[in-house]
């Protein structure tokens, strides 16, 4: 058996003893790896962006769909999210409830009138669920806590009395670009904050901002309001009790409020808007009954672990005669798995054809080097020996091919960053990197190239032990 070091010795200077060879075999691999690493980087990344805007591990419970011979649907109320939070495996229970009577919102932005119809197309939901979105950054989160709560909740302390200025206005309040003055109780309210969806800023730079010559909202908010004018340029009416077209409640009543939208939510409600889910409970009770106010219209559970969301949703059908909306998190988690899976296969093709290269290039160095090999074999070289030598310097190959692929691929990663930051238009969630490089992409890829380039060479070292030494020396 040959001595380990000498072994390592002659591996090191036969694999770069020829450099045409060397490149001719390093080459695929480098490409191979390169594109193995950034393919499972860039979805590693993209994975991570979707699961904030649609969380896998997150349903919303709604109720069956309504037939012809069914004149009631279950419903959802506190006696549900009490059952659904008695399961193991879930982690978190917060119900949604929708606006259920008619309600428009106007109010103008930049010199222009705007009218939104808000009965069914408002909801409301904890607080907590839109603090604690894991896409804010740590000041965006203070933000969002300190102005996304319900400041007319039981406790809370309301501002002083006031004389409601006149129409268009400005408030007399102490905190102008919070409070107004609220005409039923001529008392300071906070305004009622509200949060909107992507979808609805993407639909009003898309559709209304290009027509109507208003500002377009880019992705930070904050800073967009704060170029606006603060708070208060975001302020707008809500008319209780009212649509847009001149329906009401049928008792008559309605009465005035003013909101605030206070920032961009992948939490909030996707055409239309979300409030704290106390506003809705009392308004809901006020203008069509106290049962609306304790009925939901969804509810939003957090379970621990992805993996048992079929057996959750049986048991909602079997149980509770309940079921999931469509989710469109497991959707893109589905997508996501067979773009993933698709772009590993094509670099593993890639990789294979860089072993058949290594392959070729072995089988046409054995040839050439049958009298070298021939000559250790005649000085007492084993057939083991001869095949560990070639395969040790088609493994050494594999581990360069991959460190440089690596290499390779952070670079092109960086190029392409570059180019998105640079040129291509902002958007919500739009990450400052495509890539996320993990520990096991990297050892992953280099283990592939030394994995693969093994294999390419183990047939020519196959053929290089068997050769017959005097064979080998007398061969022209």
């Not at 980087?41 to 709604?62: M, R, Y």
């Not at 069956?64 to 059952?83: A, E, G």
């Not at 581990?399 to 392409?416: A, P, Q, R, T, V």
């Given at each position: ?336 798995f067979i773009i993933r899976l698709v772009l590993v296969i094509i670099s593993l093709v890639i990789i294979v054809i860089s072993a058949i290269n290594i392959a070729h290039n072995f089988f046409m160095q054995v040839t050439e080097r049958r009298r070298e090999l021939g000559l250790l074999r005649a000085v007492g070289a084993s057939q083991t020996d001869v ?90």
């Amino acid at each position: 058996m040959m001595p380990l070091p000498n072994l390592v010795r002659m591996v090191a200077s036969n694999t770069m003893r020829s450099r045409r060879h060397f490149a001719l075999s390093v080459f695929g691999i480098v490409i191979g790896i390169a594109t193995f690493v950034l393919f499972l980087a860039s979805t590693e990344q993209v994975a991570a962006v979707l699961e904030k805007i649609f969380p896998v591990e997150e349903v919303e419970v709604i109720p069956p769909k309504v037939t012809l011979v069914q004149n009631d649907t279950k419903r959802l109320d506190d006696s549900t999210v009490s059952q659904i939070k008695e399961r193991s495996e879930v982690s978190r229970v917060l119900p949604r409830m929708s606006l259920a009577f008619p309600a428009f919102g106007s109010g103008s932005f930049n010199g222009s009138q705007l009218s939104l119809e808000v009965g069914g197309a408002a909801d409301g939901i904890d607080p907590t669920y839109v603090v604690d979105d894991p896409s804010l950054d740590p000041e965006q989160h203070k933000y969002m806590a300190d102005l996304f709560r319900d400041w007319e909740a039981p406790g809370v302390a309301k501002g002083g009395s006031c004389v409601p200025p006149p129409p268009d206005g400005a408030s007399t309040c102490p905190h102008p670009d919070r409070y107004y003055c609220d005409r039923s109780d001529n008392t300071c309210h906070h305004r009622v904050p509200v949060v909107i969806s992507p979808t609805m800023l993407e639909l009003y730079n898309t559709e209304y901002a290009k027509s109507h010559g208003t500002p377009m909202i880019g992705e930070d908010f904050a800073k967009f309001m704060i170029k606006q004018g603060g708070l208060s340029a975001m302020r707008f009416s809500l008319l209780l009790g009212q649509s847009v077209f001149g329906q009401t409640v049928a008792s008559g009543r309605h009465r005035e409020v003013e909101g605030v939208v206070i920032g961009i939510s992948a939490k909030a409600k996707r055409i239309g808007m979300t409030i704290p889910l106390g506003y809705i409970e009392r308004w809901n009770t006020e203008f069509v009954n106290p049962d609306a106010g304790k009925a939901y219209s969804s509810i939003v559970v957090t379970l621990n672990d992805q993996r048992r969301i079929p057996a959750f949703a049986q048991w909602l059908q079997d149980k509770e005669d309940l079921r999931l909306d469509d989710s469109l998190g497991q959707k893109f988690a589905t997508v996501i798995f067979i773009i993933r899976l698709v772009l590993v296969i094509i670099s593993l093709v890639i990789i294979v054809i860089s072993a058949i290269n290594i392959a070729h290039n072995f089988f046409m160095q054995v040839t050439e080097r049958r009298r070298e090999l021939g000559l250790l074999r005649a000085v007492g070289a084993s057939q083991t020996d001869v095949s560990a030598l070639v395969i040790c310097e088609a493994a050494l190959i594999g581990i360069i091919g991959g460190i440089l692929g690596c290499l390779l691929g952070f670079l092109m990663s960086l190029g392409l960053d570059y180019l998105s930051n640079h040129y291509a238009s902002g958007f919500p969630y739009k990450p400052s990197t495509w890539f996320h490089f993990r520990w096991w992409i990297i050892g992953g890829g280099l283990l592939c190239a030394a994995g693969f380039a093994v294999i390419g060479g183990y047939l020519p070292a196959r053929k290089a032990a068997r050769m017959e030494p005097a064979q080998a020396l007398t061969q022209n």
